[in-house]
């Protein structure tokens, strides 16, 4: 079956802009978790939706927002984009709780 | 909120020796503690998994264990082979969702 798939890979944007992330997870899987990578602070939680609702929540500031659709798709936007949102965005399919949580390619942002 | 730490950062093993690394954990109610593997610009795979109700947990080369009273836990991985060589993340989840917690990642490089 096909893994989680992410879009775009790349994207590069400018200090203010904002940003708009796609995760499609397994099929049959309705939990979607996003996490930001990057050198210094390694792999954070940003949010999780399950059933097209807000589950779980890291401390990330407002700026980060997600939504998820009723084909349990998910979307992250990122709003005034500063230097520091740089990193590669995953996003993790879960079948059943506290089983594997499947990655995405990521998404690798840059902000210029 | 949870924090894991995770040790050492980076480890460095001839072929065929064993690697282990640490990882420790502040919150009781975590219940889930999966390894990642995470090879250079690629996404984190699962390697192994325990969850608390178990004290070890061996698959072939690569084995977990547990100490719940010390909330600590460990990656055990012995005859390691040049294709071990990659990121290895320690994780932990309170249950009910999506979660994860990261440790901050060991580098782990096997020479020939």
């Known amino acids: 079956k096909a893994g989680v798939t992410q879009t775009p890979r790349y994207l590069i944007k400018t200090r203010g802009q904002q940003v708009t992330l796609s995760c499609s997870p397994i099929?049959?899987?309705?939990?979607v978790s996003w996490y930001q990578q990057t050198p210094g602070q390694g792999l954070q939680f940003l949010f999780e939706?399950?059933?097209?609702?807000?589950?779980n929540k890291g401390n990330f500031p407002g700026r980060f927002s997600g939504r998820q659709f009723s084909n349990s798709r998910s979307e992250m936007n990122v709003s005034t984009l500063e230097l520091g949102d740089s990193a590669l965005y995953l996003c993790?399919?879960?079948?059943?709780?506290?089983?594997?949580?499947?990655f995405g390619q990521g998404t690798r942002l840059t902000v210029v | 909120g949870e924090n894991v730490e995770q040790h050492p950062s980076t480890l460095s093993v001839q072929e065929g020796d064993s690697a282990v690394i640490k990882c420790t954990y502040s919150?009781?109610?975590?219940?889930?503690f999966p390894w990642y593997k995470q090879e250079l610009g690629k996404r984190p795979q699962l390697i192994i998994d325990i969850r608390s109700n178990v004290g070890e947990k061996k698959d072939q080369r690569i084995a977990v264990t547990l100490n719940k009273t010390a909330k600590h836990f460990s990656l055990h991985i012995t005859e390691t082979q040049p294709e071990d060589s990659a990121v290895y993340f320690c994780a932990a989840s309170p249950g009910g969702g999506n979660k994860l917690t990261f440790g901050t990642g060991t580098q782990l490089k096997v020479e020939l």
């Open positions: 993790a399919s879960m079948g059943a709780e506290d089983t594997e949580a499947f």
């Open positions: 919150d009781s109610a975590s219940n889930y």
């Open positions: 939706y399950f059933s097209e609702t807000q589950r």
């Open positions: 099929s049959g899987h309705r939990s």
